[in-house]
């Protein structure tokens, strides 16, 4: 069973702006003490729309008010959480405070991506790279990238996250960065391309950062 990582901003009113979730092979944490307003409800549904697990996660205020006063602008939560995703999972529903803030159906197909930026010859890149990769899925859906070095260990770090919706993938799939940021010695780039149920990667050649 895998893990699905959640995270993204909810207003008061209960609206709610979710990143794209990412699938990781990480064991899923258990959300705080927390109760109540402070806790969204996640339901894993098969595809009749039947709970195949539910759970709950973080929802905090990202900023408190004094008690008596009146907010400005509506609260703000984080909504924050890995929940564990059985392999028949088609759908994801959110709940808050009794009302269904988020709820999706797995779209068919899956993404695919590959790097098309390679290193250069010598094997050893220094200063500003404009990376670029090719992706595409047979829905034309929204999808969302991370791109992360991988030192020989395995030990991945990430360093760029882009959300592209439908029809702007040849605008989200480029980014430009600088390698004094990069882990020192030998790397490979691995991009990640996923629509919130599927998810493709492609590595890059290694190469030594100078």
């Known amino acids: 069973m895998q893990t699905l990582i959640l995270s993204g901003i909810l207003d ?3 609206t709610l702006q979710l990143h794209i979730p990412f699938i990781v ?6 959300a705080s003490r927390a109760t ?7 339901s894993l549904l098969d595809a009749d729309g039947g709970v195949l697990h539910a759970t709950s996660i973080d929802a905090a205020v990202m900023c408190s008010t004094p008690s008596g ?7 703000q939560r984080l909504v924050n959480g890995t929940v564990a995703m059985p392999d028949a999972a088609t759908g994801l529903r959110l709940r808050w405070r009794d009302q269904i803030i988020y709820e999706a159906q797995a779209p068919t197909g899956s993404p695919v991506v590959r ?3 390679k290193p250069p010859a010598g094997g050893v890149v220094s200063g500003t790279q404009h990376l670029m990769w090719d992706a ?14 991988e030192s020989v260990d395995g030990t991945r770090s990430c360093i760029a996250s882009l959300r592209a919706g439908p029809g702007e993938l040849a605008l989200a799939s480029q980014v ?4 004094a940021d990069f882990p020192q010695g030998t790397v490979a780039l691995v991009v990640t391309a ?9 590595r890059s050649a290694p190469f030594t950062v100078g």
């Open 136 to 149: 595409s899925h047979p829905n034309d859906v929204a999808m969302h990238f991370l791109v992360a070095t």
């Open 12 to 14: 008061d009113d209960g």
């Open 36 to 42: 109540g307003d402070d806790l969204v409800e996640v």
């Open 115 to 117: 790097f098309t930026w």
């Open 176 to 179: 430009t960065l600088d390698t």
């Open 25 to 30: 092979d990480l064991a899923p944490q258990a």
């Open 69 to 75: 006063s009146t907010p400005s602008s509506p609260l």
């Open 194 to 202: 996923s629509d919130g149920f599927h998810q493709a990667s492609d």
